[in-house]
């Protein structure tokens, strides 16, 4: 008997690496010969110095960055292998938001969200119109609708970049540094909304940041970066096993106990 063919992770990185060419002529190595796994429905964090590559490796999953070797797999697909076309229609696919949002700063709230299904065509006004209004629902700024982005606070245009990111109906929702321009009191909400979107829509969340409670407060999974390579990788709330990385230990501290976080805030600032 043959055994069933193995079912792909959602995300699979094989073998990538990410050369960057400096001004100077040098090169920089910012992701090497790095292989990563990541299953339907989880919610995966990269933590890391600055520095280290996390971004980039994020930028890999959707080929922002193309990787200079290795393959990129998205449910099912080899992104690698796609032409311009064909990855343009993967990516709908693969929402991102970024740290300083990203918005069309002349548009409104509706248009924003709006954008990528009208980029993509297919839909008609009406259900544009509905789903942007539905998207908005998720995120809670359902009443922001013809506003701009210069009138909303912080965490409301990440809300909207959320909702844009979201409204081709993605699997995965990459997040790069999403708290990073928030207070504290903002990033708990939106994190909040985070683990919504996952628990209800089942997308896929992988994120990169530097906030360790973050990570706790959101991810299930963590791959620490140093250097360009994954030092390890661990189930947050494992605490079976003792990480191997400083990083790795000052999380499984964090989760274990939350009253040691002022420690963890000086310990933290030595990785930043
Ligand atoms: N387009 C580029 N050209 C040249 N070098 C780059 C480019 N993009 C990133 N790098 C370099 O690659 C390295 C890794 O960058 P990356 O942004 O992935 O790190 P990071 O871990 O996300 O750091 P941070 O937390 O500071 O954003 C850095 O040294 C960065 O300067």
Known sequence: MTAPPQEL??????NVSKRFKLPDGRHFDAVQATSLDIPRGDVFGLVGKSGAGKSTLLRLVNLLERPDQGRVFVAGRELTALGKRELREARQNIGMIFQQFNLLQNASVFDNVAFPLRIHGGDTAAQIDARVRECLQLVGIADKLHSHPA??????????????????????????EPTSALDAETTESLLATLRDINAKLGVTIVIVTHELPVVTSLCRHVAVVEEGRIAERFAVDDTSRLPITRLGRDLVRLRASPETRNDLDRLEAAYA
């Open 9 to 14: 992770p959602l995300i699979r990185l094989d």
């Open 151 to 176: 009138q909303l606070s912080g965490g409301q245009k990440q809300r909207v970049a959320i909702a844009r990111a979201l409204a081709p109906q993605p699997d995965v929702l990459l997040c790069d």
